[in-house]
């Protein structure tokens, strides 16, 4: 499974002579930074401008309009995407570009070169637009023994008609879409080829020769170790469970944050076992883990000045004549037991037992990634995160950073009336709740028993936005997200900064 290669990127005041096609931006005014060469030839050559020819064949403002419009003589053929708004923020680029770049790649069945002019003003919108455009290019290739079909992105530059660090952006943006695209990558590897070992091994490929230092404590360690819910979970599975650990700790940090990511990689519910059609997406339980892995090694080719530990909790949930039972009493790392009530509320126990081990690292703040609850896509939809946390000054700092990378994440209580949910008459507190009422919310109030007192933690649920099944949309394509990576490089950028 090699790391996917991006599109070379490049920023220029002017497009390139050799681009094939032109990406512009449609608000309701009409067309933005088109170059005037260009819109010159295109009126002199049909009559009409890009804005009047692309309206006419249906073209909008809306996000995710796209329409095609021929080359103006020699010059490159021109992609019209709606931008959304009148005054579209980076987001908003973001997603134009994303979805520009996507439907020139549609254009060809050969490699071809992209322009990108979307009229951005400042240095957060030109790297949004870098972003999108990358982010814009990726599709998963399918496993097979054809050739791949359809167009491949080789190039892509950003128009931008100010002074800046060109050099910082590129290699901004290319970093943190390369740690997304890994993500990406890793969710979409079906289950027979990404399990607990393997998983690890592509981690401990990624940070090799880096500033990442790699952990990885195997069945034997972790039942040594006492990790009983790692244990119990990947008990069911061929496959024994894994714990992996990366450490990033420049000279100079004076913050240390500990990530925490679920890393299911593949969940059939164990004897409490899903429906075909909720089992089939399943390789996707692991994107929290794939999320916090990547963002680590991102944070240190970006040199952030920040401590950082990181901890992917790895196993196969499956049912087997080993598989653990509902009603089990397990003992969770450091010794709190839990008295098991649904075997399909797996993630909550991996991730009690990493939890646990980052209190050891005596962080400033943790912070954790999981796929753990479909009640959170029924409250929050699709698109949107579900932010749970130990204060509101906490859940501020992640709210601020998903909203710098643009990613939609909308906060959720933790009622006190919750945690009685949890209590169990055989063990320290049960797993799951006695009704179905609020789980997303029952998950979160579990995960917070294991955090050490005095240390502020926030959870996000990624359950909803991590996987996409349907028609792609701005600089999503069908298949892992990747969602969580920008909001945890920006978090980190915030509390190094």
């Known amino acids: ?68 419009l021929p080359a103006p003589g020699e010059g490159p053929r021109i992609v019209v995407v709606g931008l959304g708004s009148e005054q579209p923020n980076a987001e908003d680029l973001r997603r134009a570009a994303g979805a520009g770049v996507r439907h020139a790649a549609s254009l060809a069945d050969d490699t071809l070169t992209v322009a990108v002019s979307l009229g951005t003003e400042d240095s957060a919108q030109l790297t949004a637009v870098a972003e999108g455009a990358l982010l814009g290019s990726y599709r998963y290739e399918p496993i097979s023994a054809g050739p791949a079909k359809g167009g491949t992105i080789a190039t892509i530059t950003v128009i931008h008609a100010g002074d800046v660090k060109s050099a910082a952006i590129v290699s901004g943006a290319e970093t943190v879409v390369q740690a997304v695209v890994t993500a990406r990558e890793w969710v979409n590897v079906p289950a027979n080829l990404l399990y607990p070992e393997s998983f690890a091994e592509q981690v401990r490929s990624l940070v090799r020769g880096s500033k990442v230092a790699i952990d990885v404590l195997d069945d034997a360690a972790l039942s040594r170790g006492g990790y009983g819910g790692l244990m119990a979970v990947g008990g069911g599975s061929s496959r024994p469970p894994r714990l992996v650990r990366l450490s990033y700790s420049p000279r100079g940090a004076k913050f240390h944050l500990a990530l925490v990511g679920k890393g299911i990689t593949f969940d059939t519910g164990g004897l409490d076992l899903k429906p075909p059609e909720g089992m089939y997406a399943m390789k996707c339980d692991m994107a929290g883990a794939a999320a916090v892995l990547v963002a680590v090694h991102a944070m240190a080719q970006l040199g952030l000045k920040i ?191």
């Open 1 to 68: 499974m090699p790391t996917r290669t991006l599109p070379t990127l490049a920023i220029a005041k002017a497009v390139p002579r050799n681009v094939d096609v032109l990406v512009v931006g449609l608000s309701e005014s009409g067309t933005r930074a088109v170059p005037e060469a260009i819109a010159g030839a295109f009126t002199k050559r049909f009559g009409l401008s890009i804005a009047e020819m692309a309206t006419s064949v249906g073209a909008k403002q809306g996000a995710d309009s796209k329409r095609t």
């Open 307 to 497: 401590k950082v530990t990181a901890y992917g909790a790895l196993a196969e949930n499956m049912p087997s004549g080993s598989a653990y039972r509902p009603s089990d009493v397990l003992t969770i790392y450091g010794g709190k037991t839990v008295e098991n009530g649904n075997s399909d509320a797996e993630g909550r126990l991996v991730m009690a037992d990493a939890i646990a081990r980052a209190n050891e690292d005596h962080p400033d703040l943790i912070v954790d990634v999981a796929t753990l609850t479909g009640a959170c896509v029924v409250a929050l939809g699709e698109r949107t995160s579900g932010l749970m946390a130990t204060d509101d000054a906490t859940a501020d700092l992640v709210l601020d950073a998903a909203d710098a990378a643009g990613e939609d994440v909308w906060q959720l209580p933790i009622p006190s009336e919750i945690r009685s949910k949890l209590e169990s008459k055989v063990a320290d507190l049960r797993s799951v709740g006695g009704d179905r009422w609020a789980g997303a919310l029952v998950a979160a109030a579990f995960l917070r028993e294991f955090v050490a007192e005095g240390t502020p933690w926030a959870h996000l649920d990624i359950a909803g936005p991590a996987f996409f099944d349907g028609k792609p949309y701005g600089y999503v394509a069908p298949g892992g997200t990747g969602v969580g990576v920008r909001t945890l490089i920006a978090l980190a950028r915030s509390l190094g900064a």
